[in-house]
């Protein structure tokens, strides 16, 4: 991830890297040096804002530090293990003046960007209700690392991967009051690291119900959004990443013409996106949130209400 934010700012011409701190330091990016500690990178006077890409439970220890130090702060997701370390980090973040936002990227993504205007245009009428898919396959050895100890993740895929598609379900519903959740470990069997997740929400003020299955025993890899709306559906099926492994983003948009028992549809339209640019996108909204205060990025109260649903789902 670190690779990936400093390749976007290099490109974006709005700033440029000049330290990078790692414990395996490889090559450091053109023009930056190789700092010998987070904490002479949170302290050099030459730098205006910080990225954090690091494994879990270093995100909120580290984003204070940063905030405390003057530094704007991008730090990946989760922004940490619980709602109350939220509102810590929230606290720090008003005193301090700085930008903070998270790495919710899926959000940036130029499939999910066209759902978006969809839903806010009201062109289609209100959501009914979503249906979020995301899994993937993983072998014994994805956890040799901190992801297998539950100090260091703070949870299993549901704050590993799932939290995206919650993430989603805020972005283009807004909040949920109400939730359901069963939580699994069946599989890899390991103490606080659960392989599956089923949840459901429900808002009492809109009505809107969102279901969502984040799961590592997917067998193959998956991401689905369906929206259902009043006057038609939004059907997202493939996510375009790095890897390839989620295929390319094929969206499909059906409207309905008019309401009846039957229900008559117009032709549906269908758009494939075979690039991701939503990394360029993210990184460049950070930069120009710092330079023009125009930022609409995911902000630390958006961040809470993610992390409030999470602690429900998991029973805290």
Known sequence: MGHIRAQAVRESGQGDVLAVYDPTPGTAPAGATFAESPEHILGDPRLDAVFICTPNYMNKPLTIAGLQAGKHIFCEKPPAFTAADVEEIRAVERSSGRLLRYGFNHRYHASIQRIKQIVDSKEMGRILWMRGRYGKEVDASFFKGWRATRELAGGGIMLDQGIHMLDLFLFLGGDFDEVQA????????????????????????????????????QWRYLFSLEVFLEQGAIILNGLKTSSGA?????????????????????????????????????????????????????????????MTLIDRIYGK
């Open 182 to 217: 069963m939580v699994s470990n069946l599989y890899w069997k390991i103490d606080g690291i659960e392989d599956n997740v089923f949840a459901n929400f429900r808002s009492s003020r809109s009505g809107i119900c969102a279901s969502l299955h984040s799961t590592m025993t």
């Open 246 to 306: 989620y295929g390319d983003e094929d969206l499909a948009i059906k409207r309905t013409r008019q309401k009846t028992h039957q229900g008559t549809f117009d032709a549906e339209e269908r758009i494939t996106y075979h690039t991701d640019t939503s990394w360029g996108t993210e990184v460049m909204s950070f930069l120009e949130g710092i330079t023009t205060g125009s930022d609409k990025m995911q902000s630390s109260s958006e961040a809470l209400k993610v």
